[in-house]
């Protein structure tokens, strides 16, 4: 169940029925094209993921959604403009054109930028909530699938921090029966999710789950949740970059990434308030990676700056440029520039992918409450109160396939290899 059917969650379902057509590859979802070693480098034992651990199959996915928005999926995507309509929309219309917006929970108090008309009307936030609830019951009943995942693919929100309110599901109840403004529309979605025993995953920077009340109900109901913000281009190759840079003690002065955009997700982040939701995701993870603390030579002066402008011609084609000031040996300056032409809801779509079958993996396996293995899709990993998050994408992916490793009860891959020479056995 997908919380907005916009330009990511259109390319994701389409996606998904050209490959179960046989049309199209899954090319960056690690649930469908990743192997994982397991045992020793000599034991050349390497399966696919999916071969790994029991995924739910496409075959067997069933898609809804809901947004503000009337249009059904085909229209969304042809206005979206992500997919080619030739190749990967006309052939699947029906299919698309089936998929039709449930009523949104929407309040344009937070998400200035947007205008809805297929919203939810109730005397306040609870009675959202509960027809949110019963949106859910009604997809198992009328679809048939045995369980469901609700992801959220919908805008990113006015900058929320967590306050009295979201302290305990009492008070949370109580500020949804008061239409308290703290609390957000993307909240009533989480909730509703968790109280229908599914599982819940946040795409965009919003703080969502990201409070103890809905934490202590995942936890509770024995529910996988986590978020927040798909970590997919300028933001990825940050999490590459940076860590490249630590590895060889290379200092950094500054790093100015500027992004152009022409998509809805654009727009709505031309609202400062909007944008300062996506800044503080996006600005976060340069220090943790960094350590300033550890390294203040190196690090403890990095002039750190993110913008995003809106510029339609651009559409979803978005270009992230990078120029970052690094500094070596007896601090002699250096410049990397990057210039990422990406296509944004391309680089989202297969995560949407994994993070279903990933939450629905971890429900089964009994894994509850914050999922920090699933860091590796996201720019602002959800941890546990106090624990810094881990943003290098690949101690994240280690940890992710640590984590498949350990649910089948396999071996750890430590990399330590001293067995594979002969001082070994000394
Ligand atoms: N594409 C990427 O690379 C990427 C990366 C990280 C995060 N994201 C986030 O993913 C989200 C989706 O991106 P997109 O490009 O599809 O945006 P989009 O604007 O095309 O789609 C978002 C949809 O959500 C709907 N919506 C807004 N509020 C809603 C609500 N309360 N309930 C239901 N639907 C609601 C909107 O009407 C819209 O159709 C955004 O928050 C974006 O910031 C995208």
Known sequence: MLVGLGAVSTTFVAGVENVRRGRSLPIGSLSQMATIR?????????????????????????????????DDAYAAAVKAGVLDRHEHLEPIKDFLQSIKPMPAAF???????????NVKRGKNKRE????LREDIRAFRKSSGVERVVVVWCASTEVFLTVGPAHQTLVTFEQAMEQDDQSIAPSMLYAY?????????????????????????????RGLPIGGKDFK???TMMKSVLAPAF????????????????????????DDPESFKTKEES????????????????????????????YYPPRGDNKEGWDNIDIFGWLGYPMQIKVDFLCRDSILAAPL?????????????????????WLSFYFKSPHTAPGLYAENDLFIQQTKFKNTLRWMMGEEQITHLGVEYYEYADR
Do not use: C
């Not at 309040?107 to 008309?117: A, E, F, I, S």
């Open 38 to 70: 397991l045992g020793k480098r000599t034991e050349k034992r390497a399966p696919k993921i999916k071969d790994f651990v029991p995924l739910t199959e496409l075959k067997d996915l069933v898609f809804t959604a809901w947004d503000p928005i009337p």
């Open 107 to 117: 309040d344009q108090y937070y998400v200035k930028r947007l205008q809805g008309t």
């Open 128 to 131: 959202l909530a509960e027809q």
């Open 192 to 220: 509703a999710a968790l109280m229908e025993n599914v599982p819940f995953a946040n795409g965009a920077p919003n703080l969502t789950v990201d409070i103890p009340a809905l934490e202590r109900l995942a936890e509770e």
């Open 232 to 234: 997919t281009g300028q």
């Open 246 to 269: 630590k590895a060889r003690m290379l200092g950094l002065s500054g790093w100015y990434s500027t992004n152009i955009l022409g998509n809805r997700d654009g727009e709505v982040l």
């Open 282 to 309: 996006k600005l976060g993870l340069l220090e943790q990676i960094l350590q300033p603390e550890l390294y203040p030579e190196l690090y403890g002066k990095v002039y750190h700056k993110v913008r995003i402008n």
């Open 352 to 372: 949407v992918l994994d993070l279903a079958l990933f939450f629905d993996l971890a429900a089964r396996a009994g894994l509850s409450g914050i999922q920090e």
